[in-house]
């Protein structure tokens, strides 16, 4: 089976342009997380979906972070506008059941924003 | 409020030798989960183990092995005769299920380096 499919794996742009990252969850998890991670602030949960619903968004940065899940197969992180300070990288995790359950990690899409 | 210490930040050991990896953890509620998940130099995490609050059984699973003790809040992690192989960033980590909230925090990681 595959794993957790992220993509882009690595992402250069410019300040001010709209970055949109994406994730395929493991087929049958029903629970998906966004995370960040950098060396300042290590690994942070962005948010957190289960059965397709946003439940926990409170680690979004700010409004310029938006995230949506239209189906149980399909996520998207969006930076709109992007700056430098967003450099890092972006993980994504899926989980049968609740947050309490073991997560599988993405391979992580690497951004750098100019 | 949720918290997770992993006060070694980096730590070095030569092949074949026993090294642990502290845990330690704050939480009010009383029924959470603890994880540790590994980070290669390749990047992906990697699941290690689960325990919930109500389980301090420790655990043993080949090299690795794991002391769970609530009277210390700690969760530690040992790996048995060192290997290059797991040379890797550790996490800890502790989450929470909760009718008016779902969290989970990671801690900031201890980076293992194992020397040939």
């Known amino acids: 089976d595959a794993g957790v499919i992220q993509s882009p794996r690595h992402e250069v742009t410019e300040m001010g342009q709209e970055v949109t990252l994406r994730c395929k969850p493991i087929s049958g998890h029903n629970s998906l997380f966004w995370y960040r991670q950098t060396m300042m602030r290590g690994l942070e949960l962005l948010i957190y979906?289960?059965?397709?619903?946003?439940?926990?968004d409170s680690g979004m940065p700010e409004d310029r972070f938006s995230a949506k899940m239209p189906n149980a197969s399909f996520s998207t992180l969006k930076i709109q506008p992007s700056e430098p300070r967003d450099s890092a990288v972006y993980f994504c995790?899926?989980?049968?059941?609740?947050?309490?359950?073991?997560?599988?990690f993405g391979p992580g899409t690497r951004l750098t924003v100019l | 409020a949720q918290k997770v210490t992993q006060a070694q930040t980096e730590i070095s050991v030569v092949e074949k030798e026993d090294v642990t990896l502290d845990c330690v953890y704050e939480t009010r509620d009383t029924t959470y989960y603890l994880f540790w998940y590994k980070q290669p130099p390749s990047g992906e995490l990697v699941f290690l183990i689960r325990r919930n609050s109500f389980d301090e059984q420790n655990e043993i699973s080949g090299r690795y092995s794991w002391n769970f003790q609530k009277s210390t809040s700690s969760f530690n992690f040992t790996i048995t005769a060192s290997q290059v192989v797991d040379s890797a960033v550790y996490f800890c980590a502790l989450s929470e299920d909760k009718t008016s909230y779902d969290k989970v925090i990671f801690g900031p990681g201890t980076s293992l380096s194992v020397i040939p």
């Open positions: 979906f289960n059965n397709n619903v946003p439940i926990d």
């Open positions: 995790a899926s989980s049968l059941g609740s947050i309490n359950n073991e997560q599988f």
